[in-house]
């Protein structure tokens, strides 16, 4: 079936609107009317070619939400009406160790919800700028938040199980100190998310006109991470630090925050590398550095879960498709709080 779409035909190239063609459902296929799609940095970096082996046509988006519109003959598990998401996987083998652990998102086999190698037209996978999706059942996420809130569920998708894995990897809770460094889309949610677990959240960033907000989130202190002094008062204090900033820094002023054993995981992805951490740092403490990519299928049905429980959604500024240019300038300069997301019903227009 064809359908309305906003990708880009080339790395300079502005996103504009065209038609893509979507598989018709099989047997275990679920077909989604997209009401709702986040925008993720990562959406920009793989738009513009920034990371490697991004395919044209690209239409990003790996923060969907919508409605089942049909299932396959052999789909027990959803129905039409259904409110569900689908994050940043659309496929995997499903026959390694990673798979049968239900950590799909480590399989070497994964396929991306855009720009991933699939047998259908053109190739390659085409994401959620678009109005309908059509995924393997094994890939569909129960949504239980209340509809009218499903637009600020789309950043769950990719922004909160990216900081939701490594806060349980972790064990993040009652009695843990917790370090979030950057209050961006995947920081605020990072935030959010400690908070709910019960955890000390300590927010960094290096702007003092964050704090109040910061605080808001959940936050139960602020550090300007610009400060000298204020970083030199946090020292071995850290059980883990969640990293979100997708840009070059230093990593050895977080690393000497940390306590014996304490791990600081990254969840950024730079276009390039950040500087050498010095090894010190690490032996002396026992300290971890570490890196953590989305989540499983099941982590993230039980991130959704979490949420709505406790009642967590992102903060959100609903675009519509045309205003998607204009969003990824004001996205690079942070001038969103905290994620945009696109009203898909404006791909009509």
């Known amino acids: 079936m064809s359908v309305k779409a906003y990708g880009a035909h080339a790395a300079d190239k502005p996103l504009e609107s065209m038609d893509i063609t979507r598989r018709t ?12 799609c986040g925008v993720c940095h990562s959406d920009l970096h793989q738009v513009r070619a920034e990371w490697a082996g991004t395919q044209y046509p690209c239409v990003p988006g790996h923060e969907i939400v919508g409605k089942v519109a049909a299932v396959g003959a052999h789909v027990s598990g959803f129905k039409p009406g259904d409110l569900v998401g689908i994050g940043c996987i659309v496929d995997s083998c499903k026959q390694c160790e990673d798979c049968d652990e239900g950590l799909e998102n480590y399989c070497d086999g994964m396929v991306g919800t855009y720009n991933g190698a699939t047998e259908d037209a053109p190739g390659w996978t085409l994401g959620g700028y678009s109005q309908e999706i059509v995924v393997h059942e094994r890939y569909v996420l129960r949504i239980g938040h209340p509809e009218q809130q499903l637009a600020a569920v789309a950043p769950l998708l990719c922004a909160g199980i990216t900081t939701y894995s490594p806060l349980r990897h972790w064990n993040a809770g009652p009695g843990k100190t917790v370090g979030v460094v950057g209050i961006g889309g995947l920081g605020h949610m990072g935030i959010k998310l400690a908070h709910a677990m019960g955890a000390h959240v300590v927010a960094f960033t290096t702007s003092e006109s964050k704090r109040e907000a910061a605080l808001a989130l959940g936050a139960d202190e602020v550090v300007v991470s610009r400060d ?24 050895d002023a977080f690393l000497a925050l940390l306590k014996r054993d304490g791990a600081m995981v990254l969840v950024g992805a730079p276009a390039t590398p950040h500087p050498s951490p010095n090894v010190f740092n690490m032996i002396t403490k026992r300290r971890t550095l570490a890196g953590s990519m989305i989540g499983g299928i099941p982590e993230t049905q039980e991130m959704l879960d979490f949420c709505a429980k406790h009642h967590l959604v992102a903060d959100i500024e609903l675009i519509t498709a045309s205003e998607i240019n204009d969003a990824y300038e004001r996205m690079l300069k942070g001038d969103v709080k905290y994620r945009f997301v696109i009203d898909n019903a404006s791909l009509s227009a």
Do not use: S
């Not at 459902?25 to 709702?36: L, S």
């Not at 204020?230 to 990593?251: C, S, W, Y």
């Open 25 to 36: 459902p099989g047997a275990h296929d679920v077909q989604i009317d997209i009401a709702y």
């Open 228 to 251: 000298a002094a204020a970083m030199a008062e946090q020292g071995k204090r850290f059980d883990l630090i969640v990293n979100t900033v997708a840009a070059p820094h230093d990593l």
